[in-house]
């Protein structure tokens, strides 16, 4: 079935620090990849996404790139803030729902700490 | 435009006691999920309704029903709660498979 796996936190960076969060995916079609972010005490909101091999997904300074090769979608930000904060989730999307794969599949979470 | 609504935000239940957790969506969503997020597990999929009309079982069903009531509602059921039932539960929408799916704020379930 599909899945996805990120990398463990939690990751603690000064700011101005570079940021990657790494995060691979296993899936019987091929879908649209997804991060989404978690503030503390509320719902997830997407942060950026990919649709197809090769697309650059990118918001507010973050970006992940589509590897069908590597079955990866990589985030980084070249220079994190306080404000960045928070838990982040990889995701999949996929129309091929077969028994154990479902249409939208998380990965635990990376909790992402910025200190001054 | 509220996006995704769950209610109740916060709820207490003894073990035993059945209750409803509420979803809507007011974005002619065809997809809709319920999930459950607990700490170190990331979020895991109880139920998912990829239209109207359809329900499916996720990753951990056990202990919860649902029902797709119209193409903006989406609840939630657990018949007799038990205290591994405590955690915080979202409901998300989609428009379809491959596009960004809207969550709840959540409601924060404990059973005692």
């Known amino acids: 079935g599909n899945s996805v796996t990120q990398m463990e936190g939690p990751v603690t960076l000064s700011e101005e620090a570079f940021l990657t969060i790494n995060c691979t995916y296993t899936a019987t079609g091929y879908p649209s990849l997804f991060w989404y972010v978690q503030y503390p005490g509320e719902g997830l909101q997407l942060l950026l996404k990919a649709t197809k091999a090769d697309d650059k997904g990118s918001n507010k300074g973050f970006e992940a790139t589509y590897r069908k090769e590597t079955t990866s979608f990589h985030l980084e930000k070249g220079s994190v803030q306080v404000s960045d904060s928070a838990v982040y989730f990889c995701?999949?999307?996929?129309?091929?729902?077969?028994?154990?794969?479902?249409?939208?599949?998380f990965g635990k979470g990376t909790k992402l700490s910025v200190i001054p | 435009n509220a996006g995704v609504t769950q209610t109740p935000k916060f709820q207490v239940l003894k073990t035993g006691q059945s209750m409803t957790l509420q979803c809507a969506q007011d974005?002619?969503?065809?997809?809709m999920y319920w999930y459950r997020q607990d700490p170190g597990m990331g979020l895991r999929l109880i139920y998912y309704s990829a239209s109207e009309g359809t329900t499916d079982k996720g990753e951990v069903p056990n202990g919860y029903n649902v029902s797709r009531l119209n193409k903006r509602e989406f609840s939630l059921r657990l018949e007799s709660a038990a205290p591994s039932q405590t955690s915080v539960y979202f409901c998300a929408s989609s428009a379809d498979w491959s596009t960004e799916a809207f969550f709840g704020q959540g409601t924060r379930l404990t059973v005692v």
């Open positions: 974005m002619n969503h065809n997809s």
């Open positions: 995701a999949l999307s996929d129309r091929y729902s077969g028994a154990g794969s479902y249409q939208l599949t």
